[in-house]
């Protein structure tokens, strides 16, 4: 058991006989879905202030025999957005925006007059109305390239290796919604993507150098980075998908044919850092649901504002905040958390902050039932009385 300091105030130790417990059916659950000398997981659990289950199960990489432990690097995808969503709380609270700018302050370049109607709180709660507009396909592509400039030759080499300036040009020429902001929810990268360069523009600052100092190292993230091409990132994970077909495409498959490596230079829509760019370990992750929690990142009030609900989701019983889903089941205390899915990563983070009870699983292979296993660890909770 590791004890967590950064905390407000001491809190009981969990029973040693119900960790046990409990310990046991994660062990049972976990190992059922990854084997040793597989691809696999990470699975931290943190009660009070003691880390109470902290495993790894199955291989970091396939082409060396590296376990996965808490210190593995992970991209965690999409709950890299709640990063950059405290990014705009921080300078919200120092006086430098306000979360009530309309988009057309920043981004004047962009020519509709709907940007004066979407505010930061839109962009941050999925119901700005923005369509996901990026070339897709090859008739999307043709018609992109005829009115925007591009690095790009072709639309995998978009979708691939795209970073937020480009992925959100065609915001410029955007001419109608889906909706009117703030009536409906409709989850977005790009909305998302803007976020860098807001930060960037109020800063002055480059949006990693800002994240570190300002963000990571407070929360004691020292490992914690955004990836780019060339950058070495040490510990670090790659995800694998299930190999299909011949490999025409010449990217890495392991010995036995099963597994092809899909991150960074093989997934589509991987180089964009604001709304999924984040490598991060589960321990460090464990560090930030602390800082959060004990309010050394923004106030209670600020952590609280994004924690509650703005609008209804498409997944029962959950709102959207700002960059955190918020469940609230009849039959269970409120949880508050966020998944992540790129190439080969799948990733949860979730707390049940009424019973100060949080655990994260990243994975590094996407063939497994995240929802239906994060529903198996609430029943682990419930049946031994956590929650």
Known sequence: MMQLTGCKSPRTAPSADATAQVSAELDSLFSSLFKADELGAAVVVVRGDSIVYDKGFGLARLDSVTPITDRTMFNICSVSKQFSAMALFVLAEEGKLSLDDTVSKYFPEFKADFFKRITLRHLLSHT???????????????????????????????????????????????????????????????????????????????????????IFLPAGMTDATYFEPDKSIPRMAHAYTP?????????????????????????????????????????????????????????????????????????????????????????????????????????????????????????????????????EVDKVFERNGWI
């Open 128 to 214: 700005s109305g923005i369509p996901d507009a990026r070339p897709r396909t090859a008739e999307e592509w043709k018609r992109y390239t005829a009115t925007t400039k591009t690095q790009f030759k072709s639309v995998d080499d978009f979708k691939r290796f795209c970073e937020e300036d480009e992925s959100c040009r065609y915001l410029e020429s955007l001419d109608s919604l889906a909706f009117e902001p703030g009536t409906q929810y409709e989850y977005q990268n790009p909305t998302f993507q803007l976020m860098l360069m807001i930060v960037e523009k109020v800063t002055g600052e480059k949006f990693d150098d800002w994240m570190r100092t300002r």
């Open 243 to 375: 190999a299909e077909g011949g490999n025409t495409r010449n990217y890495f498959r392991s010995a036995d044919g099963k597994w092809e490596e899909c991150d960074y230079g093989e997934a589509n829509f991987f180089g964009t850092k604001a709304d999924g760019g984040l490598y991060t370990t589960p321990l460090e992750f464990v560090k930030w649901d602390k800082a959060l929690y004990g309010d050394l990142v923004v106030s209670e009030a600020m952590r609280r504002e994004a924690h509650s609900g703005k609008i209804a989701t498409d997944i029962p019983d959950t709102d959207y905040g700002y960059g955190w889903f918020i469940e609230h089941r009849p039959d269970r205390p409120q949880k508050i958390y966020h998944t992540g899915d790129n190439g080969g990563f799948l990733i949860f983070e979730g707390r049940f902050p009424d019973k100060d009870l949080f655990y994260l699983i990243f994975a590094n292979r996407p063939d497994w039932d995240r929802e239906g296993t994060v529903e």
